[in-house]
Each structure stands twice: as C-alpha cells, then as structure tokens.
C-alpha cells in the first residue's frame, strides 16, 4: 500500500504511539480562513522541501529519516505579499506505511484539504513519477481534496535532456516546469501563484477617515495598495483584494 510521511531530521527516532496530530491543527486552521493558503504535496524526494526552502526564504530540514513529524511547515512567501499568501508543505508520500499511522496521516492531510491552492510536485525525473501523481491524486480524493484548484509542477527539470523536456510539455501542457536551483524559475512560479490569486480578486477604492486609521494596519496586510491619496478628512486607498476581506474591511468602517 501507497502512503505518507513526512520527513525531517531529528536525533532519534520517536516511539509511533506518540505520532498524534496536535488539537492545535484544527485552531490554527480557523484562524487562517480567510488568508490565502498554498499546500505542496507529493511524495518525498520530490523536492517538496527544497521548493519550501527556496519560496519561503527559510531552512526546512530535509533528511532521510521516517516518522520523525507528523506537522506540516507553514511560512509566508518571501518577500513578502500582499495579501499575504502562507505556503504549507504537508507530510510526503511513501510504500508500504504501517496500518497503525494511516489515520494520523489522513488526519494531517486536511491542510491540502483546506488549502486555496495545491501544487503537486513531482521529480519529473523519475521514471515511475506518472503512478505516484496517480496515487498522490487518490489519496487527497479521499480527504475530500477534490476541489481544490491545483497546479502540477514538474520539478528537476535541469536533470532532464532536451528531448525529454519537449516530451513532457507536449504531454503536461498546462504544467510548470521549474529548477529550485534557478532564481528565475523560482520568480515565476511565484507570479504565476499571485496570478492565480488575483484573477479572483477586485479593484475598489476605499475611503478611509483618520478616525479609523487602526484599519489601514488590516489593510496593508490583507489587500494589495494600488494607489494612496490624502485629503483633508482622511485618505482615498484603491485596493486589489478578494471580495470576502473587501466585506470584512468595508463591516469596520461601517461601525
């Protein structure tokens, strides 16, 4: 049987009865439920951690060791954005997991599950990359993960000829193909996320009064600012943002 694990460097290897997911998961995702959410999947080896590392501008270890953690690793993009898009890079896929461990791993799983957007990373090459996409696509079916927008990135591309580079993007058309080794791939996958994002946001100016100037803080965070202009009595801010924090926003100035 195909399954999951994360893996990650420690000392020594934990006992499995102390593989439990944290009753924090559930808290933390509550609280990023209106923030714009990115979730690498795949199996290990992948290059899920490197892709991590590099978006990320932070070390995750990456290391050959089993049932070292059952978290996932959640940083914003770097440099930052705004709004501010968080990337996860959830447990990866391995043969042959214990029975005793598969309802931990589903249960880290609802990261992907609740996610804006999934990447599903794959080592494009690897030969036997076409079957682990398949079991990878399977197993989040079954997490109710479905429905969730995705984007296929074939990673290692610099390990592959010339000839089997024109193959796979004449059979993955609609794939991004990136080196984590290359700044220019990197910067392309990252507009190609906010692209994504953006696509479903609206532009709308907002009238702000200096009475309310603690919003601008919320603002800043959540909206990209195309435009600012001061008057007397306030400030005019044209925003780019989804239409769910332009209600959130739009509710507090109201009050």
């Known amino acids: ?42 199996y290990t080896n992948a290059g899920k951690s490197s892709l991590m590392r590099a978006m990320t501008g932070i070390d995750v270890l990456v290391a050959d060791k089993l049932f070292a953690t059952l978290d996932t690793t959640i ?19 391995i043969k042959k997991l214990p029975h005793d461990l598969v309802a931990s791993f589903k249960s880290t799983l609802d990261e992907a599950a609740s996610a804006s957007l999934l990447l599903y990373v794959v080592d494009a090459s690897d030969p036997s990359f076409r079957s682990q996409l398949e079991v990878t696509r399977k197993v989040l079916a079954e997490v109710g993960a479905t429905d969730v927008p995705s984007l296929l990135v074939l990673n290692k591309r610099d390990r592959l000829g010339p000839e089997e580079l024109a193959a796979l993007k004449a059979e993955y058309p609609d794939a991004f193909f990136l080196s984590t080794r290359s700044k220019d791939d990197l910067q392309a996958l990252r507009e190609r996320i906010m692209g994504y994002f953006e696509s479903d946001m609206v532009d709308e100016d907002l009238r702000i009064p200096f009475t309310a100037q603690g919003v ?35 509710k507090k100035l109201a009050r």
């Not at 460097?9 to 959410?37: D, I």
């Not at 930052?80 to 890079?89: C, E, F, H, Q, Y």
């Open 1 to 42: 049987m195909l399954w999951l694990v994360r893996w990650q460097e420690r000392l020594s290897l934990p006992n499995r009865s102390e593989l439990t997911v944290p009753g924090c998961f559930k808290r933390q995702r509550a609280r990023r439920e209106h923030e714009l959410t990115v979730a690498l999947v795949g």
């Open 216 to 250: 601008m803080a919320e603002i800043r965070t959540k909206m990209r600012i195309l435009s600012e202009a001061y008057d007397a009595e306030g400030l005019t801010v044209r925003v780019r943002s989804t239409p769910e924090n332009l209600t959130v926003i739009k």
């Open 75 to 93: 940083r914003p993009l770097y440099p930052d954005t705004r709004p501010k898009v968080l990337m996860s890079d959830t447990v990866g896929f």
